[in-house]
């Protein structure tokens, strides 16, 4: 089977409070999720209808046997999830203060099995053959991860599908910033990389570029195809190398929990790429996708149909 997507990175349990609006500490109860970031894009993918597949690595423990569950009640073909002997499965808790304040706690340590990804047991023909393959900055921040994702660059810079990486910069999964830049930076040197994607702090990162127009600039560049500037509450900024240039504005909705709305947008920005649908149309499908999960606790739980983002979008079809 040909993948549409196959995203690499990240996964974990989401323990999220519910309660809002209160400390970590003074929270009892707890809802229990699958969880993160390249996971959750193909689940957002897979409920809007793509074939996709995580390639990804769980503790051998319980929670690793959730993850396998969880991912096929999604429909997310879970054949590249492998456990690591003696490790653990990451837990992620958050505080919810809504509409815009989302403390994260990561529980990787010692070393999270997702970045124990080995380039000897890449699927290079599922890989190459990926409509979209989506990989995460993250996933360069650690070996053997890092070394894996130089593997499957090499493998994508001939394929014909999108390459995409996701600038995703978070300081605790990193040593120093200058590790980040020099990594991140590296992989767009590649000449794999079709499509990148960030908020503005992730760009500059990425670029040395903060203001949306150069950091735009500055990521085609480096020889991506489509520059995806996250603004927050401005909307987003699209530029590609043929020199279309869009900003669109973000979808108003009451934020519940704002920490998985990035990752339903790029689950919908996959299903644009595969359809081929004017810029555009795509990033309004993909910022209502993202308003869907943000009016609501869940990540991967939360992750909208089309139907639901047409709805979100004023739309009946």
Request: glycine share 10%.
């Amino acid at each position: 089977m040909t993948h549409d997507l196959i995203t690499v990175g990240r996964v974990g349990i989401d323990l999220y409070p519910l309660r809002s609006k209160v400390p970590l500490s003074e929270v009892d109860t707890f809802a229990r999720f699958l969880g993160g970031s390249a996971t959750n894009v193909a689940v957002a993918a897979a409920r809007l209808g793509l074939r996709s597949a995580v390639v990804t690595r769980t503790g051998d423990d319980p929670f690793g046997d959730f993850v396998h569950t969880a991912l096929r009640g999604y429909g997310v073909d879970d054949t590249f999830v492998t456990p690591v002997a003696g490790s653990k499965t990451p837990i992620t808790f958050c505080e919810i203060f809504p509409p815009d304040t989302f403390p994260i706690y990561f529980y990787r340590e010692p070393k999270a099995p997702d970045l124990d990804i080995q380039p000897d047991e890449l699927d290079r023909p599922a890989i190459a053959a990926a409509r979209i393959l989506w990989l995460t900055g993250t996933g360069l921040s650690a070996e053997p991860s890092r070394t894996a994702h130089e593997e499957i660059l090499g493998i994508r810079r001939d394929a014909t599908g999108e390459t995409v990486l996701d600038l995703d910069y978070r300081p605790m999964l990193w040593t120093a910033r200058r590790d980040a830049e020099r990594e991140v930076r590296r992989a767009l040197a590649s000449g794999a990389v079709t499509v990148a994607v960030g908020n503005q702090e992730e760009c500059e990162v990425a670029t040395g570029q903060r203001a949306p127009e150069a950091a735009a600039d500055a990521l085609l560049a480096h020889g991506v195809r489509l520059a995806i500037v996250k603004l927050g509450p401005a909307g987003v900024l699209a530029a590609t190398a043929t020199g279309e240039r869009v900003v669109v504005p973000p979808v108003p909705v009451d934020v519940v929990n704002g920490l998985g709305a990035g990752d339903a947008f790029g689950g919908a920005l996959c299903l644009g790429l595969v359809q081929r649908w004017p810029l555009e149309e795509t990033l309004r499908f993909a910022n209502a996708a993202g308003a869907h999960v943000a009016a609501r606790l869940a990540c991967s739980d939360a992750m909208p149909t089309t139907d639901e983002v047409r709805q979100m979008m004023g739309e009946t079809r």
